[in-house]
């Protein structure tokens, strides 16, 4: 490599670790805050009072904003699992509409996109046009219908409201559709030769083959719904069938201690799922051709 390749190189990798470092600020923050007590955090943010004080004893006026706590409390993390009963209350509720709005999506997703891609019918390719439509619409465009829909069929108010629309979501039919029209048409020519029907090929070849997909649009699915916000504001009047999402939306100023250590709990899952579904998301993100 010469010279200009290798000096070129090495400022790419400065960028993109300082980039990285910059992404990675805010959940160290969120962290190290987590495991300072009350007062700690509760000075550390005064910087109106800080400065006031500062300039009152006649001193140079700093703020002291501090990443490493002066003591390692788990004071907060008390108050959120075992004083703060409606944090868990609403964890389980975030993780009934997720994995049912997962689940339901992943199954409905993945028949319809064997059938856009694999299947030859007539009107495919216009109704999959429509499907693509429907996932470039803004979420305000299509609030309105959904809400009316719910309205009409009893569901505000109700995990019915979320859950629905989720399943019959259609971004999930346009990735595995992606990743399925990348697999060699030659394993679902050589089943039919053999007699299988369309069910047998879609589960004893389509759906192996899908793994890196599948785990992709769960991972990708998981991010969205698990921070959704907008839909429990609108759809659920009531607050203890609302999400966790929606409750460190709301976190009071005074209780900024508890909303670190909610809010350090709340990434654990997402963390965890990623982790374990890393090789298999990379790899099914760049067969479907997505980029973020």
Known sequence: MSRRGTVFKSIITIVLSLLGILMLAPLVISLTNSL????????NYDLIGQMTADSA???DAFVNL???PDWVSFEQYAKVLIATPTYLKLFWNSVYLVALIIGGQVIVAALAAYAFGKLRFRGRDNLFFIYLMTMLMPFQVTLVPNYIIADKLHLLNSAGAIILPGIFGAFG?????QFIKTLPNDYVEAATMDGAGHLSIFMRIILPLAKPGLAALIVLL????WNMVEQPLIFLDDDYKQPLSVYLSVIQEEARGVGFAASVLYMFPMLLLFLYAETHFIQGVQMTGIKG
Do not use: A, T
Request: charged share 25%.
């Open 66 to 68: 501090k990443i490493i």
């Open 222 to 225: 998981f991010v969205d719904y």
């Open 57 to 59: 004893n006649g001193k």
């Open 36 to 43: 300072m007590s009350e007062q700690e955090i509760g000075s």
């Open 173 to 177: 039919v346009f990735m595995l559709r």
